[in-house]
């Protein structure tokens, strides 16, 4: 009996070692840079806003924003994330090179808890997802919350 309970506990490792050998390994995400509201300062995020949140993915010497697959993209905060409505290549920094903008429904996001912030508070944004070789990528910016009105 002590041989057959050691036999399957061996068998059992063995397993265990192969699935966890086998498990795909997170790739970590390569920083980029991205501006919410471009041309913005602070960058004022209206709570009661039925429009939409420009984000804009910035060209550096590291990265070209025109590789992006925006189907990928999501702008997350502590809730959840939501997928941009659309996309566009621009220069939006005026720097010569191309960069992305894509525009998310600004009720949305307020939807993943922002509602909660009081004016005047800070929350940090996170955009993710990958570039067209399926490389993972990560960008942060931080909006100031207001709810003056609707715009």
Not at 22 to 38: E, L, T
Not at 62 to 81: I, N
Not at 135 to 143: A, E, K, L, M, S
Request: glycine share 6%; proline share 5%.
């Amino acid at each position: 009996m002590k041989k057959v309970t050691f036999s399957l506990m061996v068998i059992a490792l063995t397993v265990a070692l192969a699935i966890s050998v086998a498990a795909p390994v997170s790739a970590q995400a390569m920083g980029i840079y991205i501006d919410i509201k471009p041309g913005s300062d602070p960058n004022a995020l209206n709570v009661k806003s039925k429009g939409v949140l420009p984000v804009a993915i910035l060209t550096t010497d590291t990265f070209d924003a025109s590789t992006v697959d925006p189907e990928t993209m999501e702008l997350c905060y502590t809730d959840g994330c939501v997928n941009p409505l659309r996309w566009a290549l621009e220069d939006v920094d005026g720097d010569g090179d191309i960069d992305m903008v894509l525009k998310f429904k600004t009720q949305e996001i307020v939807a993943q808890n922002l509602s909660t912030l009081d004016p005047g508070d800070v929350a940090t944004l996170e955009l993710e997802g990958e570039d067209t070789d399926e490389h993972p990528i990560r960008g942060f910016d931080n909006v100031i919350i207001t709810s003056v009105g609707y715009t």
